[in-house]
């Protein structure tokens, strides 16, 4: 009598082979799956749309542990692939918001002991980077790290005090 073809497999092997197959039919039909889901919520009504979210909400409120432990002990187990894939992300796209862009100005001003007084850093970066022209010599300002009209803002070194938003030649001779 010829043997089934799964005679060998015990139940729970069998759902760990199946388990194996959807796996492998998901990693190459990703584009069609993505596709299949993203046709479906858009045929939902706004209703619908809205009690979609709050199931995902309450999904991801009541499962934030076993997530967590999810996530740290994939990252334990894939050191390398974790750490490149921080530095890609901090790379190619955190570094190119407004936020991390912020910061990283906010940063080196506070470095250097400037001192913005009463205002929060959030409105000096605002009236700064909405200056258009040095408030000196009249050029039109440049944003980045190169280049004599690029934008800075003058501070006195002594007291920390901020005085003007310049070009970067100007800030130089006042010093
Ligand atoms: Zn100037």
Redo the contacts with the bound molecule.
């Keep these: 009598m010829p043997r089934g073809r799964f005679s060998k497999l015990t139940v729970e092997e069998r759902k760990e082979r199946k388990r194996e197959q959807d796996k492998r039919y998901r990693a190459a039909n990703i584009e069609k799956i993505k596709a299949k889901q993203r046709a479906s919520y858009a045929a939902l009504s706004e209703e619908e749309k809205e009690q979609r979210k709050s199931d995902m909400r309450e999904y991801a409120n009541a499962n934030v542990e076993a997530a967590t432990q999810r996530k740290s002990d994939w990252v334990a187990a894939n050191l390398d692939r974790s750490r490149e894939y921080q530095a890609t992300y901090s790379r190619e796209i955190y570094s190119k918001t407004d936020g991390a862009k912020k910061s990283s100005r906010v940063c080196a001003w506070k470095r250097t002991g400037m001192d913005p007084g009463s205002l929060t850093w959030d409105e000096v970066y605002t009236i700064v980077y909405s200056t258009t022209h ?1 408030e ?2 009249e ?1 039109e300002l440049v944003h980045g790290r190169y280049g004599a009209n690029r934008l800075t803002l003058d501070h006195d070194h002594e007291t920390g005090a901020m005085r003007n938003v ?2 970067h ?2 800030n130089v001779r006042r010093g």
């Design positions: 040095c000196e010599c050029i310049l070009c030649k100007c």
